[in-house]
């Protein structure tokens, strides 16, 4: 089945903030109620995975279109959000190791 057809199958046949795995390790498309104001939808959730695997964030960033994606592109591009960044790790450094967690000790058999 052709990408958009399984997307329009999801859309109608998915449950509301059903969420459906993409071949992208991060990636996830997930199914909007309907509301007063528009009907259902969808939307790309995005939040890279970590190396055990699991979400880097509690909520990820949720796109619904191309414009968004550019937005958001343009500002992670921004070398002063890389600036900053830099800066809030020299404020606060417990946060810089907290992105590079440790290896869990891993009983070999």
């Known amino acids: ?9 999801f859309i109608e046949e998915g449950k ?4 459906k795995p993409t071949s992208v390790k991060g990636v ?8 007063k104001n528009r009907s259902a939808s969808l939307a790309i959730d995005i939040n890279p995975l970590n190396d055990q695997g699991l979400p880097m964030k509690k909520k990820g960033i949720m796109l619904m279109n191309a414009m968004e994606l550019k937005a958001f592109r343009a500002t992670f591009n921004n ?8 800066a809030l790790e020299d404020v606060l450094p417990e946060r810089r190791m907290a ?4 290896k869990p000790d ?3 058999i």
């Open 79 to 86: 070398e002063k959000v890389d600036n900053l960044l830099k």
């Open 106 to 108: 891993v009983l070999q």
């Open 28 to 35: 996830t498309i997930i199914r909007l109620p309907k509301t």
């Open 99 to 102: 992105s590079t967690p440790a």
């Open 1 to 9: 089945m052709e990408l958009t057809e399984q997307l329009k199958t």
């Open 16 to 19: 509301d903030w059903e969420r």
